[in-house]
């Protein structure tokens, strides 16, 4: 389970997703809603999370491996 949050196969899958469709991404059509106050719709928030969910993921695992970079951990 460990493999698929590599990011070799993790920044793809976010910028793809992020990217999608080509010519009007909707990541930033949803956030426009959402800041907007008109994200109100079922499948509007649905397709934000859709769209958004990988870059979470991203996120995490950089914030955590950083982490680990910059706290030493304490030997006993």
């Known amino acids: 389970?460990?493999?698929i949050f590599r990011y070799r196969y993790?920044?793809?899958?976010?910028i793809v997703l992020a990217i999608m469709p080509p010519g009007n991404p909707h990541l930033l059509e949803k956030s426009g809603m959402l800041l907007a106050g008109t994200l109100q719709r079922p499948i509007d928030i649905l397709d934000l999370f859709w769209h958004v969910w990988p870059l979470l993921l991203l996120g995490i695992k950089a914030g955590r491996d950083l982490g680990r970079r910059l706290v030493p951990?304490?030997?006993?």
């Open 1 to 3: 389970m460990k493999q």
């Open 10 to 14: 993790l920044l793809p899958v976010a």
């Open 73 to 76: 951990t304490a030997k006993s």
